[in-house]
């Protein structure tokens, strides 16, 4: 003798958020319910400037520029990828993540291997970047 159970249930989700300011009252933006909430609502900072960790007059800046450079030589090894991947925002990020971390070079290589790598994914071949960095030479492909 087989006994054979069945359950079914079926429950309609169906929800509301509401935000209550201090004090009951309702708002439609997130933002008026956190402010609404704030102990000190006079004493509040503005959101802090993002900080460029490159400050164009340092030695760190002028160090970080000639560490990144190989990636705009026409004539180096990431030259023939020029002509399908811009090269210059993958300086840009280049020196700004040597100027957040000099004297520690150690993300050139990471920066370099990017251009590289989006140069391979579109066909291009850069040539032996790697052995031209000392920083890198230690690292294969």
Same mark, same amino acid.
């Given at each position: 003798?087989?006994?054979?159970?069945?359950?079914?249930?079926?429950?309609? /989700?169906?929800?509301?958020?509401?935000?209550?300011?201090?004090? =009951?009252?309702?708002?439609?933006?997130?933002?008026?319910?956190?402010?609404?909430?704030? /102990?000190?609502? $006079?004493?509040?900072?503005? $959101?802090?400037?993002?900080?460029?960790?490159? $400050?164009?007059? =340092? @030695?760190?800046?002028?160090? @970080?520029?000639?560490?990144?450079?190989? /990636?705009?030589?026409?004539?180096?090894?990431?030259?023939?990828?020029?002509?399908?991947?811009?090269?210059?925002?993958?300086?840009?990020?280049?020196?700004? $993540?040597?100027? @957040?971390? /000099?004297?520690?070079?150690?993300?050139?290589?990471? =920066?370099?291997?990017?251009? @590289?790598?989006?140069?391979?994914?579109?066909?291009?071949?850069?040539?032996?970047?790697?052995?031209?960095?000392?920083?890198?030479?230690?690292?294969?492909?």
């Amino acid at each position: 003798m087989k006994i054979h159970h069945e359950l079914t249930i079926s429950h309609t /989700l169906s929800y509301h958020i509401s935000l209550s300011k201090h004090f =009951s009252s309702q708002v439609d933006q997130a933002h008026e319910f956190g402010n609404s909430w704030a /102990l000190y609502p $006079d004493v509040c900072e503005a $959101d802090p400037d993002p900080v460029d960790p490159c $400050d164009t007059d =340092s @030695a760190e800046y002028q160090m @970080a520029q000639d560490l990144c450079y190989p /990636l705009l030589i026409e004539s180096g090894p990431f030259g023939r990828c020029h002509d399908l991947v811009d090269p210059t925002p993958y300086h840009e990020a280049c020196v700004y $993540d040597l100027c @957040a971390t /000099l004297p520690d070079d150690d993300v050139l290589c990471d =920066s370099l291997a990017e251009y @590289a790598q989006a140069c391979r994914e579109v066909g291009g071949s850069p040539g032996d970047w790697r052995s031209g960095t000392p920083q890198c030479g230690k690292y294969s492909i």
